[in-house]
């Protein structure tokens, strides 16, 4: 491929990081900068030749980039960032406060529609992957009920408010699906179930000196919101062990359908999707790229506007030609 | 929804038959009529006020018809049907000869062009569904490793080998993907495999009066194409067993990447899809029926030519709007 596809990330933590490695893997994109709010000569960018611009450099290099990949956070960032970015660059971002995409959607497809550019908001794996395989199985089995599971992994929300009860002093929360839930989906009966019978929550808590265990398992399990509704399990390790067995960021989880087919709905049919992802982040990161691609095309194409993964043919997401997609993949 | 998307059945075996139950739990969708190359007054069409037509009579009712879904099978049928009648209407095939692929495509092109139409082919599950996870892992996961496994569930291909042997009455066979293989790739490690690592084939065998089943055992399990490559199981019951037990057409599979990301391959993600069905031609007409659907409001929209599923927009294929399914599904 002789004409790379130049990428700018914007923001560079985890997801900036895990797009940045994402980026090797594809040989037709290159990355252009990544783009910071720290002082960029605090940051160490790890691509050869690639330097940390601040944010107001951004707009001067508006012609060196084909598209930007946000990285920042949906509850402050990506608000304000998509639509602004998105009047002078092809942009693509992970929000995924759910309640808020519509509004999102809706300021996001403005500001692209005045730019001529495209924007794809929205893009990951829940949101993203998991909307997609929701959509395609209720479209192939109306007559359904559809199940998300979640985990096993790291819920950065609930790993919060751990290490907000006082006398902790650290913290991490898995999110674990309940296997015999998973089992009766599969098994066809479209069962109803409890908050609790789904999911139960495993936390992994460095307690300060001296404090009373007692007391802080007792919080974290009766917290409303986060835990009340559940069956929480709570281990005191210490900050050794925290570092040592909980430092990776896994996640994952199953999207599950069941329905009937036949005259007299005789027939059941169970599709199923599920991801194992040993980083939540690089993962995420690597559904960005693939949605990158098919944004810069669709511009070059001559569209804009604001879109999500619902809107975006599959086969724009490969660098392989349609030909081939067809010839290897069909 | 007050017009409604007006389908016609091309071809009347399990296949239509599952199109037209499909259509009844779509309720943007009507059926006009069935056409089959039987004589009509022998097909009894299950839909109140629809009847069955001559193949000939077929031209006549252009103007009633919105999409043909096409019926009928891939070795004879489709490979005249499709180009033919893609000149005067929209139509969905569910062709899955995988390697004539590239001209099958190439003359239904040319057709839907010409009659400014769109064609959707090969769709169903595999190809189809199948193709649709091979390419989104894929484009997610660039370096990493596919798998496809099919079953539990009924090849006709296998089973109309087995009743070609000399002294079988009947049978039907059972193709089986072996589950230490599926837990092999689900671990990650990317396995290689022999065919006999994959799969295993159970066969259910009615032998003729006083036929010699030492014999036919052994003609089985030495078939080559068929069965000499892998592990075969061969049980001999009687018809009545043969009717009781296994005159259902279920089916199913796997289609698992494991791919690495990170600077140094250090993370792994497994991407998993499968399904489990029940009855193998009424999930395809299912999945015919949501691409029918695309197909039209494509027409609709101006478009021409040959699609596949990698070039239809997922939100297409839902009767839902993109705003509905926005809130609802992202």
Redesign the interface.
């Known amino acids: 491929m002789s004409i790379r596809i130049r990428v700018g990330i914007i923001g560079y933590g985890n997801l900036g990081r ?1 797009v940045e ?2 980026i ?3 040989e037709d994109m290159e990355l252009v900068g990544v783009f910071t709010r720290r002082d960029p000569s605090s940051v160490q960018v ?1 691509t050869d030749g690639v330097k940390a611009y601040t944010m107001d450099q951004l707009v001067a290099m508006k012609n060196n980039i084909d598209v930007a990949i946000l990285c920042g956070g949906s509850a402050k960032d990506l608000p304000e960032q998509t639509p602004e970015l998105a009047k002078l660059f092809n942009v693509v971002d992970s929000y995924d406060t ?1 309640a808020n ?2 509004q999102h ?1 809706a300021a996001v497809d403005a500001s692209a529609n005045e730019g001529n550019k495209v924007a794809i908001i ?1 893009v990951g794996w829940d ?1 993203g ?1 998991f ?6 199985a ?6 359904g009920k559809e199940y998300t599971f979640w985990g096993k992994g790291v819920s950065q929300g609930h790993s919060d408010a751990i290490r907000r009860v006082e006398g902790v002093k650290n913290g991490k929360q898995y999110t674990i699906p309940i296997e015999k839930a998973l089992e009766a989906v ?1 098994g066809g009966s479209n069962p109803e179930f409890t908050t609790r019978e789904k999911h139960l929550r495993e936390c992994f808590v460095v307690a300060e000196d001296g404090a009373d265990t007692e007391r802080i398992e007792k919080e974290i399990k009766e917290m409303p919101n986060y835990f009340s509704d559940y069956d929480t399990i709570v281990h005191f390790i210490t900050e050794e062990e925290l570092e040592r067995d909980h430092a990776g960021i896994p996640h994952g989880g199953f999207v599950i359908r069941s329905g009937k ?3 007299e709905n ?14 939540n982040p ?2 995420t ?3 960005l790229i ?1 949605y990158a ?1 098919a944004a810069y095309r669709l511009n070059e194409e001559g569209q804009s506007g604001c879109k ?8 724009l ?3 392989s030609s ?2 081939e ?3 290897r ?2």
Chains 1, 2 share one sequence.
């Open positions: 895990g490695s994402a090797r893997q594809n790890q759910h995409i519509p959607f929205s949101p992957m909307s997609l395989n929701r959509l395609y209720e479209a192939i089995l109306p007559e599969r087919t036949g005259f005789e027939n059941n049919h169970v599709i199923e999707y599920s991801l194992k992802l040993d980083s690089e993962f990161a690597s559904v693939a691609r999500t993964v619902f809107d975006i043919a599959p086969g997401l490969s660098p349609a030909e997609l067809r010839k993949m069909l």
